[in-house]
């Protein structure tokens, strides 16, 4: 009973607060996150444009019109460490929906972060990197199936030993309603889609 008398009351760490935002250029999307987080914010999600989403550059014909019009455009290393000036990502949760770009986005925020002076294992945050679902609802994938579904798993296999603290992966599937599955069809979609994932991530010689 004493014992209990004198433990110390601990509350929960809140929860992260984040508005998923991103629009035209790298600096005008850097404006808002830094603004919002001086507002109280306590981490960021990231949206990109379509073509960020699927792989063109925003000089690229097919990329014309759609640059910095649903999410953010991001090309390089240069565009990506504009989107986080003076960000410390090292104290940071970030959320990046991307699918399909998803390890050559990770890669640049990892680059960036690394030039920041944080190391790589403490950082934390998200990459949607749900292809699969990309294929039954969005359309916004780059490469065929298989080779697509290879590219998550090692997203998987890398974070889960070099940036332990990441989520690689985030099965969504509100999308799938939006294409007209029903609820049933929607979770049973769902949980096939993580079950093809967790498969190809067992059946890798690096998975131990």
Same mark, same amino acid.
């Given at each position: 009973?004493?014992?209990?008398?004198?433990?110390?009351?601990?509350? !929960?760490?809140?929860?992260?607060?984040?508005?998923? *935002?991103?629009?035209?250029? *790298?600096? !005008?999307?850097?404006?808002?996150?830094?603004? =919002? #987080?001086?507002?109280?914010q306590t981490g960021l999600s990231v949206a990109f444009d379509l073509p960020t989403q699927t792989?063109?550059?925003?000089?690229?014909?097919?990329?014309?019109?759609? $640059?910095?019009? $649903?999410? $953010?455009?991001?090309?390089?290393?240069? !565009? @990506?460490? %504009? #989107?986080?000036? !003076?960000?410390?990502?090292?104290? @940071? =949760?970030?959320? @990046?929906?991307?699918?399909?770009?998803?390890?050559? &986005? #990770? *890669?640049?925020? #990892? *680059? +960036?972060?690394?030039?920041?002076?944080?190391?790589?294992?403490?950082?934390?945050? %998200?990459?949607?990197?749900?292809?699969?679902?990309?294929?039954?609802?969005?359309?916004?994938?780059?490469?065929?199936?298989?080779?697509?579904?290879?590219?998550?798993?090692d997203v998987i296999l890398f974070t889960t030993k070099h940036v332990p603290k990441w989520n690689? @992966?985030? +099965?969504?599937?509100?999308?799938?309603?939006?294409?007209?599955?029903?609820? +049933?069809?929607?979770?049973?979609?769902? &949980?096939?889609?993580?079950?093809? +994932?967790?498969?190809? $991530?067992?059946a890798d010689p690096d998975f131990d």
């Amino acid at each position: 009973m004493g014992e209990q008398a004198t433990r110390t009351a601990q509350r !929960d760490k809140p929860w992260i607060i984040r508005t998923y *935002a991103g629009h035209s250029t *790298a600096a !005008d999307s850097n404006a808002l996150y830094r603004k =919002n #987080l001086a507002k109280g914010q306590t981490g960021l999600s990231v949206a990109f444009d379509l073509p960020t989403q699927t792989g063109y550059d925003p000089d690229h014909e097919l990329a014309r019109g759609e $640059v910095g019009k $649903v999410g $953010v455009s991001i090309a390089h290393l240069g !565009d @990506m460490r %504009t #989107l986080f000036r !003076d960000i410390p990502l090292a104290q @940071m =949760n970030t959320s @990046m929906t991307i699918n399909a770009t998803a390890p050559w &986005l #990770l *890669a640049l925020y #990892l *680059a +960036v972060a690394e030039e920041q002076g944080a190391p790589i294992a403490a950082l934390q945050g %998200t990459t949607q990197n749900d292809i699969i679902k990309e294929y039954l609802s969005r359309g916004t994938y780059v490469f065929p199936p298989a080779p697509s579904l290879r590219l998550t798993k090692d997203v998987i296999l890398f974070t889960t030993k070099h940036v332990p603290k990441w989520n690689p @992966m985030n +099965v969504c599937s509100y999308h799938l309603q939006e294409a007209g599955a029903t609820p +049933v069809q929607e979770l049973s979609y769902a &949980l096939a889609i993580a079950i093809a +994932v967790l498969d190809t $991530v067992r059946a890798d010689p690096d998975f131990d």
